[in-house]
C-alpha cells in the first residue's frame, strides 16, 4: 500500500468487518521511483511485514 491510498485501505477494512487491519504502507508514488529508490521501498515493506507476523 502506498501513502496516497491509506486512508482509503482504512476505510475498506471498515466496510468489511475488520477495522484496525494491519498492513504494510511505502512511499507514493511507486512509478516514478529509481531502481535504488524500489530497493529501498521493498526492503522497508519486508521489515514492515515481519513486524506485522510477528503481530499475529
Given at each position: 500500500?502506498?501513502?496516497?491510498?491509506?486512508?482509503?485501505?482504512?476505510?475498506?477494512?471498515?466496510?468489511?468487518?475488520?477495522?484496525?487491519?494491519?498492513?504494510?504502507?511505502?512511499?507514493?508514488?511507486?512509478?516514478?521511483?529509481?531502481?535504488?529508490?524500489?530497493?529501498?521501498m521493498?526492503?522497508?515493506?519486508?521489515?514492515?511485514?515481519?513486524?506485522?507476523?510477528?503481530?499475529?
Amino acid at each position: 500500500m502506498t501513502t496516497r491510498f491509506v486512508s482509503a485501505a482504512e476505510l475498506m477494512s471498515r466496510v468489511l468487518g475488520m477495522p484496525g487491519y494491519a498492513f504494510a504502507v511505502i512511499g507514493h508514488p511507486v512509478s516514478s521511483a529509481t531502481d535504488d529508490g524500489l530497493r529501498e521501498m521493498a526492503r522497508a515493506t519486508i521489515e514492515q511485514a515481519h513486524g506485522l507476523w510477528a503481530l499475529a
